[in-house]
């Protein structure tokens, strides 16, 4: 009786996690609006410089194009069928400021990633509901979670892969994996 307890709480579990992933997808995608019509033609910049968020503008000057989590997001995504990169932290976070010295601000790094993926970097105080599911995530399919918090979505904006720092070599390693396999 007790396994059989288990299973079923264990089911639902996962049936709401699956629903919350849903719900946030859908949810984003239908506010979404529309970039121009060619956004190849637009190359993208680091959007953080100027950024109100002390810890996102922090970045602004990484060779990372990041861009700022929205519905614009998803959208070029899907156009260009690539990945997105979401980098979640906090200002006071130590691993943060080294992941950002180590790969962020490495431009080999930095160019690897820009190929790759759209990358969004989260201020995880000001997109708390975007971080939580993001852990939630980490959580579940690594066994540890913490920041900075760094998740691979599908261009439809599911999960793919997450974890937490990573050093620069295998950073890069890990991207040029993705990179032949996507």
Same mark, same amino acid.
Request: aromatic share 10%; proline share 7%; charged share 15%.
């Given at each position: 009786?007790?396994?059989?307890t288990?299973?079923v709480i264990?089911q639902?579990?996962?049936?709401?996690?699956?629903f919350?992933t849903?719900?946030?997808?859908?949810?984003?995608?239908?506010?979404?609006?529309?970039l121009q019509a060619?956004?190849?033609?637009?190359?993208?910049?680091?959007q953080?410089k100027?950024?109100?968020?002390?810890?996102l503008a922090?970045?602004?000057?990484d060779p990372?194009?990041w861009?700022?989590?929205?519905?614009?997001?998803i959208?070029?995504?899907?156009?260009e069928?690539?990945l997105?990169?979401?980098?979640?932290?906090?200002?006071?976070?130590?691993?943060?400021?080294v992941?950002?010295?180590?790969?962020?601000?490495?431009?080999?790094?930095a160019? @690897? /990633?820009?190929?790759?993926?759209? #990358?969004?970097?989260?201020?995880?105080e $000001?997109?708390s509901?975007l971080d %939580?599911?993001l852990?939630?995530?980490?959580?579940?399919?690594?066994?540890?979670?913490?920041?900075?918090?760094?998740?691979?979505?599908?261009?439809?904006?599911?999960? @793919? /892969?997450?974890?937490?720092?990573? #050093?620069?070599?295998?950073?890069s390693? $890990?991207?040029?994996?993705?990179q %032949?396999r996507?």
């Amino acid at each position: 009786m007790l396994q059989t307890t288990k299973a079923v709480i264990t089911q639902k579990k996962q049936a709401d996690f699956h629903f919350f992933t849903w719900l946030i997808v859908v949810s984003i995608v239908s506010t979404a609006t529309p970039l121009q019509a060619n956004p190849e033609a637009q190359p993208l910049s680091n959007q953080l410089k100027q950024h109100p968020s002390p810890y996102l503008a922090l970045h602004g000057n990484d060779p990372v194009h990041w861009q700022d989590w929205g519905p614009a997001v998803i959208e070029r995504a899907k156009t260009e069928n690539k990945l997105i990169f979401v980098s979640s932290g906090y200002f006071s976070c130590h691993w943060c400021h080294v992941m950002q010295r180590e790969s962020y601000s490495d431009q080999g790094v930095a160019d @690897l /990633l820009n190929q790759l993926a759209i #990358p969004v970097k989260v201020d995880r105080e $000001l997109q708390s509901a975007l971080d %939580s599911w993001l852990i939630d995530f980490t959580q579940r399919t690594t066994g540890q979670a913490g920041w900075p918090l760094n998740v691979f979505l599908t261009p439809d904006g599911y999960p @793919l /892969l997450g974890m937490t720092y990573l #050093p620069k070599d295998n950073f890069s390693d $890990l991207l040029t994996k993705l990179q %032949s396999r996507w």
